[in-house]
């Protein structure tokens, strides 16, 4: 089945460094879509991107289909203490695909205030 | 405002005692999801439906069964849980097959 690489596994920031993950594959993907995880909580919708080449943001984060379909990034700019957490990228590919969502390792995230 | 909701938040089990978690959502979605996440690890599909049709992981063990008795709920049910069963299970709504998904708050179970 197809699997997602996300790096780096962890990072430790100083608040108001910029953070850049990414997640790559050897499959071609249709959808890319990222998450965020509190501790005890479920993900949260971040960004969604359906067309490759698509650069979107949403505040101070930037994400980015890549053009070959088989990678994606997320920025995060001038980093705040509230952006701890665990952060998932995960990808669906299309056809007969029912909409199954394979999901990278997570990166997870500590801001030093 | 519209969303996914799970009850409860947490959950305590005996070994074996059946239990079941439930999942509403506000959203009208077609598609329900139930994921486990064990610690440290991505969410992991366990089945889902579409509308009424429902698709099971080939990987889910027979332990885990689910309904949904119509468009707003779903439930997990375990029918007989053991100590490896203990995890996050998290609940997740699209309108369809290709569109993003929304997870709820998810349930963390112990099992004792």
């Known amino acids: 089945g197809q699997q997602l690489n996300q790096s780096p596994q962890s990072m430790f920031i100083q608040e108001g460094e910029d953070v850049s993950m990414n997640c790559t594959s050897s499959s071609i993907f249709n959808t890319w879509l990222w998450y965020k995880q509190d501790p005890g909580e479920g993900p949260v919708l971040l960004i969604a991107l359906y067309k490759a080449g698509e650069l979107t943001s949403n505040g101070r984060l930037t994400a980015q289909f890549g053009i070959t379909r088989k990678d994606s990034f997320l920025n995060i700019s001038a980093s705040i203490p509230s952006d701890v957490g665990i952060y998932f990228c995960a990808g669906r590919t299309g056809g007969t695909s029912y909409g199954k969502l394979t999901f990278g390792q997570g990166t997870i995230l500590t801001v030093h205030p | 405002d519209a969303m996914v909701i799970q009850n409860p938040r947490y959950q305590v089990t005996q070994f074996g005692k059946p239990v079941t978690l439930s999942c509403s959502q506000t959203?009208?979605?077609?598609?329900m999801y139930w994921y486990q996440q064990k610690s440290s690890q991505a969410p992991k599909l366990l089945f889902h439906?579409?509308?009424?049709?429902?698709?099971n992981e080939a990987d889910t063990p027979d332990n885990f069964q689910s309904r949904r008795p119509n468009t707003s709920f779903c439930f997990l049910d375990i029918r007989s849980p053991g100590l490896g069963d203990a995890a996050m299970y998290l609940c997740?709504?699209?309108?369809?097959?290709?569109?993003?998904?929304?997870f709820g708050p998810g349930t963390r179970l112990t099992v004792t």
């Open positions: 997740a709504t699209s309108r369809g097959k290709t569109y993003e998904q929304y």
């Open positions: 959203l009208n979605h077609n598609v």
């Open positions: 439906y579409y509308d009424k049709d429902f698709n």
